[in-house]
C-alpha cells in the first residue's frame, strides 16, 4: 500500500506526511506485541546517491530521542551487501524475537518513483541491481527513488540527492511518531498493570 507521495511540489504535502506517519504507526501498533523488540534495519551504501536512502533514514533518526526503536544503518555505519548477513545475525543473537523494519530504496516505474510503500513482510535488498541477498524484515519501507528497466546500477548512482535526502527526512519522522506513540502506549500499559 503507497501511503505517501514525496513529490516536493505535491498540494497538501503536510497531510500527506501526517497521513503517513499515522498509518505507520497503526501498521506497527497493530502487528508488534508492546513489548517485543523493534528493529529498524536501514539498508544501503553512501556510495552511492540512489541508494543512501536506507542510510539517509537512520542517520536522521540518530539524532532523535528514540526510546522503542533500535536503529541499525546509518552514513557512519552503512549495513549493504557485503555485511547484511553479519549485521542480521548480530540483531538476533542480541535480541528475543526481534520485530524487523527493513527501510531500503528501489527502483519502479514512473508514476511510483517518489513514492513510499510500507507492507506486511520482508524486501529483498539489492534486487534493482540483481544481488542475490536474503529477503529480511517483517515490515518493509520502500522508497522508490528512480525509474528502472535499463542499467540500474547507473540510475543509482545518477539519482538527485534532493529526491533521497527529502523521502528519508520524511519515513524517519513518520517512524519518529510511532516510536513517540509506541512508548506514550507502553506507558499506558505500565499504569494500567501498577493499579
Not at 66 to 88: F, R, S
Not at 117 to 146: E, R
Not at 156 to 183: F, G, P
Amino acid at each position: 500500500m503507497t501511503f505517501i507521495n514525496c513529490n516536493q511540489n505535491s498540494m497538501n504535502l503536510h497531510t500527506k506526511e501526517q497521513l503517513f506517519a499515522k498509518n505507520l504507526f497503526h501498521f506497527i501498533q497493530n502487528n508488534v506485541p508492546h513489548d517485543q523488540p523493534i528493529i529498524v534495519l536501514c539498508i544501503g551504501t553512501d556510495r552511492s546517491t540512489g541508494d543512501s536512502l536506507g542510510p539517509l533514514v537512520g542517520h536522521y533518526l540518530n539524532y532523535k530521542p528514540l526510546m522503542k526503536l533500535q536503529v541499525y544503518g546509518t552514513i557512519d555505519e552503512p549495513v549493504h551487501a557485503k555485511n547484511l548477513e553479519e549485521t542480521i545475525l548480530n540483531i538476533h543473537n542480541q535480541y528475543d524475537h526481534p520485530y524487523i523494519i527493513a527501510v531500503d530504496a528501489a527502483l519502479s516505474t514512473m508514476p511510483k518513483v517518489k513514492t513510499v510503500d510500507v507492507g506486511i513482510g520482508s524486501l529483498s535488498p539489492g534486487a534493482a541491481v540483481k544481488k542475490d541477498l536474503p529477503p529480511i524484515g517483517d515490515l518493509y519501507i520502500k522508497g522508490y527513488v528512480n525509474v528502472s528497466g535499463f542499467m540500474e546500477f547507473s540510475i543509482l548512482q545518477n539519482t538527485r540527492l534532493s529526491v533521497v535526502m527529502h523521502m528519508a527526512k520524511q519515513i524517519a519522522q513518520a517512524l519518529y511518531y510511532a516510536d513517540t506513540h509506541l512508548k506514550q502506549q507502553s506507558s499506558i500499559f505500565k499504569l494500567k498493570g501498577a493499579q
